[in-house]
């Protein structure tokens, strides 16, 4: 069974989406660890009530982001975490902790990449105008949202669409997508090729 982390910084309902995956055994692993950088983050409530560790990591209790991440890296570590599953953590982790931390990171992004990276994607799409939308779960490398594409689902922009309820249509593909995808890997299911990523 492998050991997967989360972090998340919010209302961490992709969190509870694995929870509820976990729980009826369709993970292929464990959640054993729930990281935030946001006290008082609903998605640390969520790990509370499944019985699973948690701990905060407010920038405010470090002197600096180089000294936080290393302390959520070093926890990370401790759990003895296996594969890390980002789920709406809004942080970007630097290339020193990906090269230190040596696990495959997934994370999910609420747009069909390569468009509409970074924040407020739901926002730009509405903005651009796109007639589809969606989203992705990724494995993260150093760039943006950029790293090698492992499922995605699409839905659909309505005209009378605004970014909350784009954002509530895309989320429920998000709860699909995630456990699944986060099964795949953890149960070796996925074969990378580079970028190319394929479920074996
Ligand atoms: C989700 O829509 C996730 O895709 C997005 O934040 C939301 C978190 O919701 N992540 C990003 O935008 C990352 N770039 P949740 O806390 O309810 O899971």
Aim: net charge negative.
């Amino acid at each position: 069974m492998m050991r997967i982390g989360v972090l998340a910084s919010g209302r961490g309902s992709n969190l509870q989406a694995l929870i509820e995956a976990w729980k009826h055994g369709e993970l292929n692993g464990e959640l054993v660890a729930v990281g935030s950088d946001k006290e008082g983050a609903l998605a640390l409530k969520r790990a509370e009530e499944a019985g699973i560790p948690h701990a905060t990591f407010p920038l405010s209790h470090f002197p600096s982001r180089k000294e936080q991440e290393n302390a959520i890296l070093n926890w990370l570590l401790e759990q003895k975490v296996e594969l890390l599953a980002l789920a709406g953590f809004m942080k970007v982790l630097s290339k020193e902790f990906l090269h230190d931390i040596q696990i495959p990171i997934l994370n999910i992004h609420p747009s069909l990449l390569p468009s509409f990276q970074g924040l407020h994607a739901q926002k730009q799409a509405l903005e651009y105008g796109v007639k589809i939308s969606g989203c992705t779960v990724h494995f993260v490398d150093e760039g943006l949202d950029s790293g090698p594409i492992i499922a995605q689902e699409a839905v659909p922009v309505l005209p009378e669409d605004t970014e909350d309820s784009l954002s509530a249509r895309i989320l429920e593909a998000e709860h699909r997508i995630y456990p699944e995808a986060v099964g795949w890997v953890s149960s070796g299911r996925i074969k990378r090729n580079g970028r190319i990523v394929v479920k074996l």
